[in-house]
């Protein structure tokens, strides 16, 4: 049976490591922070200081970034709008070698339901 798009989330969290919002908050100065969600998306509002590559654009562009190259042992907070995304996005970086990459749980839309800043 083909797996379908919340499938292929469900196994991604399996192999990643998924923060909270909280601890996403506290983290955010000693980590990169990578908005996957589209461009209009990012537009319209994101956490502050986060550097936008899209999910589907994310393997062809993150190692000519200049924020991310050479930089694989940096934490790295990745989301999205609701934590779909952003799972595999986290997973497909850490087989890429970024070892400290983490997903936040429940997106942009859980940062913002909990008062945090918006840029």
């Known amino acids: 049976m083909p797996l379908t798009a919340m499938d292929l989330v469900t196994q991604a969290k399996k192999h990643i490591v998924e923060i909270d919002v909280t601890a996403a908050k506290n983290a955010l100065e000693a980590s990169l922070v990578l908005d996957v969600r589209e461009p209009a998306e990012y537009a319209a509002g994101h956490l502050p200081g986060a550097f936008n590559i899209p999910r589907g654009v994310l393997e062809f562009k993150i190692d000519s970034h200049p924020d991310f190259q050479d930089k694989h042992d940096a934490h790295i907070i990745v989301y999205c709008q609701t934590g779909g995304r952003s799972a595999l996005a986290t997973e497909a970086l850490?087989?890429?070698?970024?070892?400290?990459?983490?997903?936040?749980?429940?997106?942009?839309?859980?940062w913002a339901e909990s008062g945090n800043e918006i840029v």
């Not at 850490?94 to 859980?110: L, P």
């Open 94 to 110: 850490n087989k890429m070698g970024f070892s400290n990459a983490v997903s936040m749980a429940g997106g942009f839309k859980a």
